[in-house]
């Protein structure tokens, strides 16, 4: 009997599935993003927006007059048009957070059943390599009276709003 050859094939199938579980570990672990690939400016431009909201809505209010859930709490519930936006300090805050950069904010929530998207601030036309960052703000009654925002909300009543940030470069 060879008993080299046996002890070859089973090494054989060891480094095999060696092999295979690192391929499989890795491609499950992290994306795999090359530098010449056409979507990476893109996955960091979506990742920048969302990390601007996230920054907006846990900032304090001293720090930039109105946080984004205080901003959202005091909105007139205006359509904007170009140029023209009805969020003054979210508009100053991004402005700031992404030169070289337009964007749009939406809000979305729901009215008497039935979704209601508008434009808060509005600065233009997307182009199709356009990214969105969402974030979702819960309003209160309270919260609303102390922004002197134009939102309808019982006492005992919660609103919730998604913030869309449409982020795209010229």
């Excluded at 095999?16 to 570990?25: D, H």
């Excluded at 491609?27 to 690939?37: F, G, K, L, R």
């Excluded at 209010?61 to 859930?69: E, F, H, I, K, R």
């Excluded at 199709?128 to 819960?138: L, N, P």
């Amino acid at each position: 009997m060879d008993d080299k050859a046996q002890l070859q094939t089973l090494e054989g199938l060891g480094a095999a599935l060696l092999i295979t579980m690192t391929v499989v570990i890795i491609t499950q672990s992290a994306t795999v993003i090359t530098p010449q690939h056409e979507m990476m400016l893109d996955v960091q431009l979506e990742q920048m927006a969302y990390d601007i909201l996230t920054l907006l809505d846990v900032a304090p209010s001293y720090v930039m007059g109105a946080n984004l859930t205080e901003c959202v709490a005091g909105w007139d519930m205006n359509q904007a048009a170009i140029k023209h936006n009805s969020l003054p300090y979210l508009d100053r805050e991004l402005s700031v957070l992404l030169p070289g950069f337009l964007y749009n904010v939406d809000m979305s929530y729901v009215r008497n059943g039935s979704l209601v998207t508008k434009n808060a601030i509005l600065n233009g036309y997307p182009t199709e390599d356009a990214v969105v960052a969402r974030r979702t703000v819960m309003l209160t009654n309270s919260t609303v009276t102390k922004a002197k925002g134009a939102w309808s909300i019982a006492s005992d009543e919660l609103q919730m709003v998604e913030v869309r940030l449409t982020v795209w470069q010229v």
